[in-house]
């Protein structure tokens, strides 16, 4: 069993910058107790829960860079010290907690790629149940860090709990359709697909030289499924950016959207697959709010971003997961 650390009053005030004549978000953002979590969480009038999923597993039983374990507690403090105002209020948020995942980390340390694939597949339980909770409680999940291995208990979740098939809009410079050869973070749509979670799926600009000819086929023949690319968007101008993302949005509307942005997809942005050609910061935040402000999202979830990779640190990640995470807040309260 994978454990799940409570992110209690004490530990989120002691992320916090105080400063005379503001406030910040995380001084009224809510929190549970570790004893009665499950309760609280039910009865809590906060819209949003914000947890953690800090691994590298999945991306690397997917031959990727580690690192994607680092970005969680760096990006809550970020987001826990935006500013407190009237269009973005700390008590909408509640901050549930992160898995704890140190001991698997160690285990896994150097063990070989099947090895990997078999321990995703207990991290898909863990995190599908968790997710499963909170949908239930009615609220919207939002979840940062780990690899995109995660969309597939996300999707398998809020799938459950609706009893339905649900669609999903992912910015990303893969497809993650990758051949259902174990789990890993390049095919959670994959299997999301073939197990019956995912029904409408849509890519905004993926990169055409990292996307093999067998995806592209697959994604070819599947009418469910829409995309467009980065070179047909800004190279041969085929579609502006923002009219992609429309198009995206009509093909996954009408009934409930996971948002998924991965961080690999934005330029110059320390990731496990980090690209000197990608979107811009700006164009991330369009593509957030665009999709916040469309209505019936189920929950936003930002993978792939670290703060650190081997001796390389990143000093924005952090503070650009914050924008992202209240850009969809505030868009997501347009709707409501």
Not at 128 to 146: D, E, L
Not at 158 to 178: E, F, M, P
Not at 218 to 237: M, P, Q
Request: net charge negative; charged share 20%.
């Amino acid at each position: 069993m994978i454990p799940f650390q409570i992110a209690g009053r004490t530990y989120v005030d002691g992320l916090i910058s105080k400063r005379l004549g503001e406030t910040k978000l995380g001084e009224h953002v809510q929190t549970v107790h570790e004893y009665n979590w499950e309760e609280e969480l039910y009865n809590s009038n906060a819209r949003f829960v914000l947890l953690g999923i800090p691994e590298d597993i999945g991306v690397r039983a997917n031959y990727g860079r580690g690192g994607t374990y680092t970005m969680w507690e760096p990006a809550l403090r970020a987001i826990l010290n935006v500013q407190d105002t009237k269009k973005l209020q700390g008590k909408d948020l509640l901050v549930l907690g992160a898995f704890d995942f140190r001991e698997l980390m160690d285990e896994t340390n150097n063990a070989d790629v099947n090895t990997l694939r078999q321990v995703v597949v207990h991290i898909d339980e863990a995190v599908s149940v968790m997710i499963q909770k909170i949908v239930t409680a009615g609220k919207v999940p939002i979840v940062v860090g780990g690899g995109h291995n995660n969309a597939y208990p996300l999707l398998q979740a809020v799938s459950t709990v609706k009893g339905q098939k649900i669609n999903c809009i992912n910015l990303d410079a893969h497809s993650d359709y990758r051949m259902m050869e174990g789990r890993h973070s390049g095919n959670g749509f994959h299997y999301a697909k073939r197990k019956g979670y995912l029904h409408k799926y849509a890519i905004v600009g993926l990169h055409e030289n990292y996307n093999s000819q067998y995806i592209m086929d697959a994604l070819e023949a599947d009418h469910d499924i829409y995309y467009s690319t980065y070179e047909g968007i800004f190279l041969r101008e085929e579609q502006t950016f923002l009219q992609s993302v429309r198009d995206a949005l009509k093909h996954t509307g009408r009934t409930a959207r996971g948002i998924e942005l991965d961080l690999d997809c934005i330029e110059r942005v320390l990731s496990s697959a980090a690209t000197p050609c990608g979107l811009t910061t700006l164009q991330a935040r369009q593509y957030i709010t665009q999709c916040a402000m469309a209505g019936n999202a189920a929950y936003l979830h930002l993978p792939e971003g670290a703060a650190k990779i081997g001796a390389v640190e990143d000093l924005y990640n952090a503070k650009l997961i914050a924008y992202l995470v209240t850009d969809f807040i505030r868009g997501y309260q347009t709707v409501v």
